[in-house]
C-alpha cells in the first residue's frame, strides 16, 4: 500500500506518517505538503530517513505535482488544509483557496490518475456540523446532522464535503469522509489553545480565555484521531462519512483549570479577553458509527492522564516550541532537503 498523505508535516499528519510507519510495516507514504506556516519537517526528523517515507514538497492546488505525484499511488488521506479559525476570521480568501478549490483540483488529479476506484479519505471536522447550544447536553453531532458550518474556516472545510460527496454520487469515486472533534497531543501549533496556554505559562505569560469560557469541546487525543483515520482508510465504506470523537467534553475554563493545575499555576494567570467572533458553543460528537461498523474507540485520551502526558511533552520539548514561536523552523527544509538535491 502507497499512500500519498496531503499535508503531512501539520500537527495531525506527522502523527499519522509516524503511526503509518510504526503500525504498518507493509506500506509506504509520501507526504504533499506545500510548508505553510504551519507545515514544519522538523516533527518529522526522527524519521525522515526511512526508506518507505517520501516528502515531496507541494501545493494542492497545483495539478502538475499532482499529475507527477498521484499516479504511484494506491489511496490518497487529504489533511491539507488552512486550519485555525482565528485566521480564517481575519482573512478568509486562503481558506475557500485550499480548503475547498484545493480539494477540487485535487479530486480531478486523483481521477486523472485512475483513482476513481481507490480509497479517497477527506479529514473533515465537527466544525461543519455548526454549533449546539449549551442548555440540551444530551443532544451530539451524528452524521445525519445538517451541515451548518459558522466560521470561513468550516464553511470552507464544508466545501471540500460536499464536493467529496459529489464525486461519490456523480463518478462513484471510492471516497470516505471522516468529521472529528478537537484534537491535542504532540507537536501542535503554539496557536491552538493547549500548546498556546501551555507555552504561555512555561513563558511566564498569562493565558488568554475567550469571552465567558463556557465554551465547549470533545477532546480526543491525535493518535487515537489517527488511528481512527486508518480505520476508515482500510475498512470505511465507500461513499459514507464517520464521526470520530472522545466523549470527552470540557468547558474552556474546565481545560484552563485543568492545565494550570497541572503546571502548578493558580487563578490569576487567567486573563479574560475580547470572545472570538461567531464563536461556537458547543461541539459533541456521537462516534457509535464507528464504533459499530469499523470497531474504532478512543484508546489514549483518558483525562486527567492524556492531557497530563501532553503538557509533559511540551515542557520537556522547549526546543521544538520555542523554535516554531521565533520562525526559525522555516529553514528547516532548505538546510535538510534543498541541500541534497
Ligand atoms: P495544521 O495547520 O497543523 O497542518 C496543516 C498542514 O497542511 C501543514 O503542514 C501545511 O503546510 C499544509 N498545507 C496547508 N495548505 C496547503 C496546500 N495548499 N497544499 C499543501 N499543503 C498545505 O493542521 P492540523 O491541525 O494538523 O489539521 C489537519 C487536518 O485535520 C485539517 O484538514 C483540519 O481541518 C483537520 N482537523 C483538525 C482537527 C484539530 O483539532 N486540529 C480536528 C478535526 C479535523
Ligand atoms: O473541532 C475541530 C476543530 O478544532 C478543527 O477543525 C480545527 O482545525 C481546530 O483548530 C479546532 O478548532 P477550535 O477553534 O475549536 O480550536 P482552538 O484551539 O482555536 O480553540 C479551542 C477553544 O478555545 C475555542 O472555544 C476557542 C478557545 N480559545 C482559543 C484560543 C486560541 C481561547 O479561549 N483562547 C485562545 O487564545
Not at 113 to 125: D, I, L, M, P
Not at 301 to 307: T, V, Y
Request: net charge negative; charged share 25%.
Amino acid at each position: 500500500m502507497h499512500i500519498v498523505l496531503t499535508g503531512g508535516a501539520g500537527f495531525i499528519g506527522s502523527n499519522f506518517v509516524k503511526l503509518v510507519l510504526r503500525d504498518r510495516p507493509d506500506y509506504r507514504i509520501t507526504n504533499l505538503d506545500a510548508l505553510t506556516y504551519s507545515g514544519n519537517l522538523e516533527n518529522l526528523s526522527d524519521i525522515e530517513h526511512d526508506e518507505r517515507y517520501t516528502f515531496v514538497k507541494g501545493d494542492v492546488r497545483d495539478p502538475k505535482v499532482l499529475d507527477a505525484v498521484l499516479p504511484d499511488a494506491d489511496a490518497v488521506v487529504h489533511m491539507a488544509a488552512e486550519s485555525h479559525v482565528d485566521r480564517s476570521i481575519m482573512d478568509s480568501g486562503p481558506f475557500v483557496d485550499t480548503n475547498t478549490r484545493g480539494t477540487q483540483v485535487l479530486l480531478d488529479a486523483w481521477r486523472r490518475a485512475g483513482g476513481n476506484e481507490k480509497r479517497f479519505v477527506y479529514v473533515s471536522t465537527d466544525e461543519v456540523y455548526g454549533s449546539l447550544p449549551l442548555e440540551n447536553p444530551e443532544i451530539k453531532f451524528t452524521e445525519s446532522t445538517p451541515l451548518d458550518p459558522s466560521s470561513p474556516y468550516s464553511a470552507s472545510k464544508t466545501g471540500g464535503d460536499l464536493l467529496v460527496n459529489a464525486y461519490f454520487h456523480t463518478f462513484g469515486m471510492n471516497v470516505v469522509t471522516t468529521r472529528c472533534s478537537n484534537n491535542f497531543g504532540p507537536y501542535q501549533f503554539p496557536e491552538k489553545v493547549i500548546p498556546l496556554f501551555v507555552t504561555n505559562l512555561i513563558e511566564g505569560k498569562k493565558v488568554p480565555l475567550y469571552g465567558d469560557g463556557k465554551n465547549v469541546r470533545d477532546w480526543l487525543h491525535v493518535d487515537d484521531h489517527c488511528e481512527a483515520i486508518l480505520t476508515v482508510l482500510e475498512k470505511g465504506t465507500a461513499g459514507q462519512v464517520y464521526n470520530i470523537g472522545g466523549n470527552n467534553e470540557r468547558s474552556n475554563l474546565e481545560l484552563t483549570h485543568s492545565i494550570l493545575e497541572i503546571m502548578g499555576f493558580g487563578e490569576e494567570m487567567i486573563q479574560y479577553v475580547e470572545d472570538r467572533l461567531g464563536h461556537d458553543r458547543r461541539y459533541a460528537i456521537d462516534a457509535s458509527k464507528i464504533k459499530n461498523e469499523l470497531g474504532w474507540g478512543p484508546s489514549r485520551s483518558a483525562w486527567p492522564a492524556a492531557l497530563e502526558s501532553t503538557v509533559k511533552w511540551y515542557v520537556d520539548n522547549p526546543q521544538w516550541w520555542q523554535r516554531v514561536k521565533s520562525g526559525e523552523y522555516q529553514s528547516y527544509y532548505e538546510k535538510q532537503y534543498r541541500s541534497r538535491t
